[in-house]
C-alpha cells in the first residue's frame, strides 16, 4: 500500500536516512534558528536599552534634583546588565550543527537556567528600585523642605529618634511584598517582551515531540 503524504512527511523527518529527510530537517533546524537567533537579537537589544536607560534615568534625576535615586537605578541596571552578559555566555556555547529537536532542547535548558537566575535576582532589585526612589524624594530639596515645615508641627507627625514612624511603616510593607513578589513581577515583565517568541518555540517543540511519539508509535 503507498505511504500517505503525512506518513511521508513524519518519516522524512524523523529518519535521517528517508529520501526526503534532508529537505524536512532543514525547514525545521531553519525554523528553530530562525525563531531562536531573533530572541538573541531581542535579548542583546534588551540589555543595550537598559544601559542607554540607566545614563537618561542618571542625567534626568540630577535635572530634577533626586540624584540619589538615579544613582541606583544606574548601578542596579548595570549590575542586570553584567549579570545577564555572564548568562548570555551560555547561551552562545549551543551548538547549532545539531537536529533541531537537540537545539531546541538545549535552548530550553538555557533559557529555564536564565529564568531562574533571573527570578532570584529579581526579588532583590524591584525593592531596591523603590527604597532608591524613596530615597531620592526624601533627600530632594522640595521634600526636605516639606518635611521641616512638617516638623515644626508636632501633632501632624510622630518621630521616633527623628524617623516619621507613620511613613516608614508603609515602605517597608511595600518593600516587603515587591521581595516576596519579585519573581512574579518579573515573569510579568518577560511575558511581555518575549512571550511571542515562546509561544512560537513551544509550538515548535510540541509539533516536534508529536512527530517523535507517532513515529515510535508507527514503529512499535
Known sequence: MEKSIETIWKEGFLKNDALVAPKLNNLYNQKS?????KFKRMFNINLIAIIIGSFVILVASYIVGIPIMGIGYFFILNGIVIFNHKLRKGLLKIDKNVSSYEYLNAFNNWMKEQLAANRK??????????LFMVLGFWFSNDIQESFNEII???????????????WTLPIIFITGL?????DRIY???VSLVYGPIFRKLNKLVTDIEE?????KNTQS
Open 121 to 130: 535576582i529579581a526579588r532583590i532589585y524591584y525593592p531596591l528600585f523603590f
Open 211 to 215: 512527530l517523535r511519539a507517532t513515529d
Open 152 to 166: 515644626e508641627q508636632p501633632n501632624n507627625i510622630y518621630l521616633v529618634y527623628g524617623i516619621p514612624i507613620y
Open 33 to 37: 534558528k530562525h525563531i531562536i537567533d
Open 187 to 189: 515573569n510579568f515583565d
Open 178 to 182: 515587591l521581595a516576596y513578589f519579585g
